[in-house]
């Protein structure tokens, strides 16, 4: 019921920025609690952040916690990754995805719980 596409991914040197939108075609987006998963070559995907259907909720994985910001616009039916101090770690493909669970008390945090993906964008970080 939700089709995602996402962009922004790139080429960027260790310490700079990138920022990742997630356009969703849906006429319920808040409907949706969403998410951002990485997969580096040869590991699983792994969750990144999470936010949900309001935006008044995120949560991050250690690895990027006060460098990457979640964030949503409901109105413009679409979610961002703001990422900074990137590191060569950071590189993956990174996929946005959307659920219908609920937050609960930790939010959305597992591949299992997502039932829509979209088609990934590379992230390179060089150093």
């Known amino acids: 019921q939700v089709q995602l596409v996402e962009s922004g991914g790139g080429l960027v040197q260790a310490g700079g920025s990138l920022r990742l939108s997630c356009a969703a075609s849906?006429?319920?987006?808040?409907?949706?609690?969403m998410g951002w998963f990485r997969q580096a070559p040869g590991k699983e995907r792994e969750f990144a952040a999470a936010?949900?259907?309001?935006?008044?909720?995120?949560t991050y994985a250690d690895s990027v916690k006060g460098r990457f910001t979640i964030s949503r616009d409901n109105a413009k039916n679409t979610m961002y990754l703001q990422m900074n101090s990137l590191k060569p770690e950071d590189t993956a493909v990174y996929y946005c995805?959307?659920?219908?669970?609920?937050?609960?008390?930790?939010?959305?945090?597992?591949?299992?719980?997502?039932?829509?993906w979209g088609q990934g964008t590379q992230v390179t970080v060089s150093s």
């Open positions: 995805a959307a659920t219908t669970a609920n937050w609960g008390i930790r939010g959305t945090l597992t591949p299992r719980e997502y039932g829509y």
């Open positions: 849906t006429r319920t987006f808040t409907n949706y609690n």
């Open positions: 936010i949900n259907w309001s935006g008044g909720r995120t």
